[in-house]
Structure formats: structure tokens, C-alpha cells
């Protein structure tokens, strides 16, 4: 790998590296992205070729290097990969409004958690992709086929003594038959659905990234329209591949127990009431809700 870009990245205080990027941290097998020994690392396919990012905080300081397989044909500006860092760790979110507002349950979490940023996908396929993928299943299972997809399609990286594979780009799905996700565990169902994306965007007809220059809600119901879409896969999209954190995947089930858990006794919250409840926290409304489900990861 060949370093093509490198600088340091100042996010928003207040910020906390090893909090927002501890959640990549729960599962013991990664393959695209992972934190270890304190160092973030983040791989994926862009323009033909695999792309390893690498985030690291000492004394205060963050830096991002960015590096390249094959660097002669890469114009990568200096920015880019502080630029990227800065995407992925939601540098730019504004935490402060979060906790000033006044919420006895909702205080512990604002303590202990401060500085936690929710991290962002790299691209939005990425993150519709892991959304179509969770869909209702547990994240274990769901972190096991998602594994398992990247790395059966997704080009293999050495990078020192660690081993990555990158998250593929659609170009790499796109031709493939759907009994080839099959294969690997995935229902037929998702399988078409992924490919279909992955087509509609390796063919142009489908240009994701320019979503993220929608209104939340026209850019939700562009989505929705997509096969295999619905409102929750949407929202989740929303926060983790566009950074709308007003949005909220209110029909989750991990986010109605975590509502419930610190708001009506540990009994699940109906998805109106976790809504209700939620919508306190106005356009960081995800963020909140983020920080009740991390209070179930984190222990």
C-alpha cells in the first residue's frame, strides 16, 4: 500500500476518538473496518482500486493517512483523507445541543458518553448494503454475513501484519446472479435487492452519493422507492450513510427495548412512544438514539 494522502483532523468539540470508534470493537472478526490497539482502519474499493484509511489520536492529535494498492494513477488531493476521516467520524456533528437538553434518564448517558460521535459509512451503498443485510436479523448474525459477503467479493489487503478486505464497490456485484449472495446465507430476496442497487449504480442509472444533496425527506422517499427499501432500511441510511441524524429507524426493535429500558421500566416502548420520546431531542434525535443503544453494547 502506498501512502497518497495525509493530515490531521479537528472535529467539533466535544469529541471522544476512542468512544466513537469503540463500537467497531464489538465483534471479534472484521474485514473492512476495525479498532484496534486504538487505531481506526478502514478499507473499501473507489475508482478501480482498494483504498486503506488509517485514523490514529496521539496527545489530542488526530491523524488520517490514506493509502493507495497502486498510486500512479491516483489524484488524490492532500485533503482527501482527512477528508474521509472527517466523514466517517461525524467530525462536523454538533454535540452540544444534545446535552443541554433537560432529561433526568437521558443525563447519565450524556456524562458517560460524552464526546460519542455516531461513524458514518464511507459511501451511501455501503451503507444500504449493512442495511439490507440487518434487516430483521439479529447484528451478530447479520455482522457474520456481511463478513462473509466482503470477503468472498471484496479484494483482499495486507497492510503490515493485518489483514483486509476491501468493501466492494457496485461495480464489483453488479452481473452477478443473485444465487451467488445466496450462497453465502443471504435470502433470495436480499440478494436481488442488493444486486439490484448495485447495478442501478454500477450502470449510472443510480447515483447515490448525489442523495445526499436532498432534503431529509425528499431524499427518504427516493429511497423507499428502491426495491427492497422500506422505511426503516431508509432512516437507517439516512444517519449512517448521510449523516441526517434527525432521522431515527424508529421501528427497531434494539431502539424500542433501549427506550424502554431507561424510560418505561425495561418494557418495550411502542414505536409511537419511543417517537414521542425521541423527538425531545429534536434534529439529534438519532444521536440520542444512538447513545441508549450504546449503552447496551458497552455494558
Not at 207 to 232: F, I, N, P, Q, Y
Request: charged share 25%.
Amino acid at each position: 500500500m502506498i501512502p497518497i494522502s495525509q493530515g490531521t483532523v479537528e472535529p467539533l468539540q466535544p469529541f471522544d476518538f476512542g468512544k466513537s470508534c469503540s463500537i467497531y470493537a464489538r465483534f471479534e472478526g472484521w474485514t473492512h473496518t476495525a479498532f484496534l490497539d486504538g487505531v481506526l482502519y478502514k478499507c473499501l474499493e473507489e475508482e478501480g482500486a482498494v483504498h486503506l484509511l488509517e485514523v490514529s489520536e496521539q496527545e489530542g492529535k488526530i491523524t488520517a493517512r490514506l493509502f493507495r494498492e497502486d498510486a500512479e494513477s491516483s489524484s488524490a488531493s492532500a485533503s482527501a483523507a482527512t477528508g474521509l476521516a472527517s466523514w466517517i467520524l461525524s467530525s462536523d456533528l454538533d454535540l452540544r445541543s444534545l446535552y443541554q437538553v433537560e432529561d433526568p434518564a437521558f443525563a447519565p448517558l450524556a456524562e458517560r458518553f460524552r464526546g460519542l460521535k455516531p461513524p458514518r459509512t464511507a459511501t451511501v451503498f455501503e451503507a444500504l448494503v449493512i442495511a439490507i443485510i440487518e434487516q430483521q436479523i439479529g447484528l451478530q448474525v447479520a455482522n457474520v454475513l456481511q463478513n462473509r459477503l466482503v470477503m468472498r467479493l471484496g479484494p483482499a489487503v495486507k497492510f503490515g501484519n493485518l489483514d483486509f478486505f476491501a468493501f466492494h464497490s457496485p461495480e464489483r456485484l453488479a452481473g452477478l446472479e443473485p444465487q451467488d449472495l445466496r450462497d453465502l446465507g443471504l435470502s433470495m430476496n436480499k440478494s436481488r435487492f442488493i444486486l439490484g442497487i448495485a447495478e442501478g449504480a454500477a450502470s449510472g442509472d443510480l447515483d447515490l452519493e448525489s442523495l445526499k444533496k436532498m432534503a431529509t425527506e425528499e431524499a427518504r422517499e427516493v429511497l423507499v422507492s428502491m426495491k427492497g427499501v422500506g422505511r426503516w432500511t431508509a432512516d437507517y441510511v439516512l444517519v449512517r450513510g448521510f449523516g441526517r441524524f434527525e432521522a431515527v429507524p424508529i421501528d427497531d426493535l434494539g431502539i424500542r427495548d433501549a427506550v424502554g429500558l431507561f424510560y418505561k421500566g425495561g418494557e418495550r416502548a411502542t414505536a409511537r412512544e419511543a417517537e414521542e420520546i425521541l423527538s425531545r431531542f429534536g434534529e439529534l434525535a438519532g444521536v440520542a438514539a444512538y447513545y441508549l443503544l450504546f449503552s447496551r453494547f458497552s455494558g
